[in-house]
């Protein structure tokens, strides 16, 4: 499966952006998905998993009630809505599919296919 991400772009602290990521590829309906985000000179973090048919989801604890990951399978499309952002949110936002399972992933190590990563820059 291929993924192509888009959406990030520069916004003021307490503002929103929604993620796109669409897939090509394989059966979009057979991978949990998740997004991850790399700070510069950080390693690279969960953020959000969704499983295969969208009944499981989880979040990071820094993100939770401010974030929301949803997916679209007709569309071939899983999103990441940003609320209520904050500097630190600062990232390369990256989404990511794992084949197979049941619900969602929080482990970076099990994610086989990556997109190309999109930027997201909070201002205080």
């Known amino acids: 499966v291929q993924l192509q991400a888009s959406g990030g772009g520069l916004v003021q602290a307490g503002g929103s952006l929604r993620l796109s990521c669409a897939a090509s590829g394989r059966a979009f309906g057979n991978y949990a998905m998740g997004w991850f985000r790399q700070a510069p000179g950080q390693e690279r973090d969960f953020v959000a998993g969704?499983?295969?048919?969208?009944?499981?989801?989880g979040y990071a604890d820094s993100v939770k009630g401010r974030f929301t990951i949803s997916r679209d399978n007709a569309k071939n499309t899983v999103y990441l809505q940003m609320d209520s952002l904050k500097p630190e949110d600062t990232a390369v936002y990256y989404c990511?599919?794992?084949?197979?399972?049941?619900?969602?992933?929080?482990?970076?190590?099990?994610?086989?296919?990556w997109g190309q990563g999109t930027l997201v820059t909070v201002s205080s």
């Open positions: 969704i499983s295969r048919i969208a009944g499981s989801t």
């Open positions: 990511a599919a794992k084949d197979g399972g049941v619900g969602y992933y929080r482990s970076i190590g099990l994610y086989a296919y």
